[in-house]
């Protein structure tokens, strides 16, 4: 038996808590959009996606329709979440 230093548990739940926090914040990017506001920058966008947030990121692209028609988004976006089914099913 190895012992980690965070039960897996902890983690999926801070995986959930990211992931929700991405959708939300994709959700508020297009808002941000439809009132011409100023914008949650693309980069940042990106690297949520990539630092976990990849199924929020996805969600939030499907649901919103947001960042759809950028090829970085439904290039990356896609493969990070391949990425992290990878990671999460060789790990657990």
């Given at each position: 038996?190895?012992?980690?230093?965070?039960?897996?548990?902890?983690?999926?739940a801070?995986?959930k808590?990211?992931n929700?926090?991405?959708?939300l914040?994709?959700?508020?990017?297009?808002?941000?959009?439809k009132?011409?506001?100023?914008?949650?920058p693309?980069?940042?966008?990106?690297?949520?996606a990539?630092a976990?947030?990849?199924f929020?990121?996805?969600?939030?692209?499907?649901?919103?329709r947001?960042?759809?028609?950028h090829?970085?988004f439904?290039v990356?976006?896609?493969?990070?979440v391949i990425?992290?089914?990878?990671?999460?099913?060789?790990?657990?």
């Amino acid at each position: 038996m190895t012992e980690t230093i965070f039960p897996q548990e902890t983690i999926l739940a801070a995986l959930k808590t990211l992931n929700t926090a991405v959708f939300l914040i994709y959700g508020m990017d297009k808002f941000l959009a439809k009132i011409h506001s100023k914008r949650v920058p693309e980069r940042f966008l990106l690297l949520l996606a990539i630092a976990g947030g990849s199924f929020g990121a996805l969600g939030g692209m499907i649901f919103f329709r947001h960042k759809t028609k950028h090829w970085k988004f439904r290039v990356i976006v896609p493969l990070t979440v391949i990425a992290h089914l990878v990671l999460y099913l060789t790990y657990r």
